[in-house]
């Protein structure tokens, strides 16, 4: 029943921030800033679960931890990337937040690219 308490807090922001920018604009972008980093400090809660979790079954398989760090970096370069793209969206500036998420997913895919090496190898291996 967290989500009611999230999606209450982003409507309330962004009908704050509506009424705002008909008066002062740039404290729209102020409260719009502020509501971001409230629900993204509610997920932090949500953030440290999957961290406990994915702990967890590094305890239980005997799998590469790297592969589990790499996907933690995903998950954090995604998360990153679109928060600050959303910000720059709702600033004005889709330039920037275009640039932002292009960025990200390059970073991504980079990051990825060891996991699918590995993975190639590994069918290359059965096929052999």
Not at 17 to 36: F, H, K, N, Q
Not at 114 to 122: G, K, N, V
């Amino acid at each position: 029943m967290e989500i009611i308490r999230i999606a209450i807090l982003g409507i309330a922001g962004f009908l704050l921030a509506v009424m705002v920018r008909d008066v002062r604009p740039e404290y729209a972008v102020y409260i719009s800033l502020g509501t971001v980093l409230c629900i993204m400090l509610l997920s932090v809660e949500r953030l440290k679960y999957l961290l406990e979790m994915l702990r967890d079954l590094e305890s239980y398989l005997p799998i590469d931890t790297a592969y589990l760090h790499s996907l933690l970096k995903m998950i954090g370069i995604t998360y990153v990337g679109q928060f600050s793209a959303g910000l720059c969206k709702d600033a004005g500036y889709s330039a920037i937040a275009g640039q932002i998420e292009i960025f990200s997913r390059l970073s991504v895919l980079v990051l990825s690219m060891p996991i699918l090496l590995a993975l190639m190898e590994t069918i290359r291996s059965f096929l052999s």
